[in-house]
T-cell receptor, first 113, second 113 residues
Framework: GAGVSQSPRYKVAKRGQDVALRCDPI?????LFWYQQALGQGPEFLTY????????KSGLPSDRFFAERPEGSVSTLKIQRTQQEDSAVYLC???????????FGDGTRLSIL | GQQLNQSPQSMFIQEGEDVSMNCTSS?????WLWYKQDPGEGPVLLIA?????ELTSNGRLTAQFGITRKDSFLNISASIPSDVGIYFC?????????????FGQGTRLTINP
């Protein structure tokens, strides 16, 4: 497709389960960002990849959060031992160049019961 | 950390009215961005401002980059039903190899029938 694609669109998990969220960036986009958006708030930065290299992970809230982009295209955000406070919309954005405009996917809405 | 404060938090208007919202920061930004987010979708870039004092239009939308570089406003003229949504201001902050976006908490626009 032409835009950033995220899957699944919705994910419900029980507290303590592990989840994996996928992001397919726009083809050819070097930069990939993950953001977390809590209900009623703006998105907050989690981590950044330039190709396959994770250059900044300062926004990851705990060591239960892990992201990878092994081949420099698709990225996965994994959350281990989920907790209720992890419930949020997780947005992925990509850009052609590091300082170019970021294009957002529609997000994965994660609900932890 | 950096925070962007948006006001008002919500607006209830009649179709056809003009809308004005603003965003302030305690720190200087060299770029101001305005996004719109519809329910269940990711943010979409409306207007980008790159120079202090700059006034930029995109159809019925007009945005200005404050002279102090610490504020910006967005105006929507002659509102229509599809303008309903949440409007976010955002500013880029330098991270290793790229720029992450810092978002305000949003202004929710509702149009009364």
């Amino acid at each position: 497709g032409a835009g950033v694609s995220q899957s699944p669109r919705y994910k419900v998990a029980k507290r303590g389960q592990d989840v994996a969220l996928r992001c397919d960036p726009i083809s050819g986009h070097v930069s990939l960002f993950w953001y977390q958006q809590a209900l009623g708030q703006g998105p907050e930065f989690l981590t950044y990849f330039q190709n396959e290299a994770q250059l900044d992970k300062s926004g990851l809230p705990s060591d239960r959060f892990f992201a990878e982009r092994p081949e420099g295209s698709v990225s996965t955000l994994k959350i281990q031992r989920t907790q209720q406070e992890d419930s949020a919309v997780y947005l992925c954005a990509s850009s052609l160049a590091a300082f170019g405009p970021q294009h957002f996917g529609d997000g994965t809405r994660l609900s932890i019961l | 950390g950096q925070q962007l404060n948006q006001s008002p938090q919500s607006m209830f208007i009649q179709e056809g009215e003009d809308v004005s919202m603003n965003c302030t920061s305690s720190s200087i930004f060299n770029t101001w961005l305005w996004y719109k987010q519809d329910p269940g979708e990711g943010p979409v870039l409306l207007i980008a401002l790159y120079k202090a004092g700059e006034l930029t239009s995109n159809g019925r939308l007009t945005a200005q980059f404050g002279i102090t570089r610490k504020d910006s406003f967005l105006n929507i003229s002659a509102s229509i039903p599809s303008d309903v949504g949440i409007y976010f201001c955002a500013g880029p902050l330098l991270i290793q190899g790229a720029q992450k976006l810092v978002f305000g908490q949003g202004t929710r626009l509702t149009i009364n029938p």
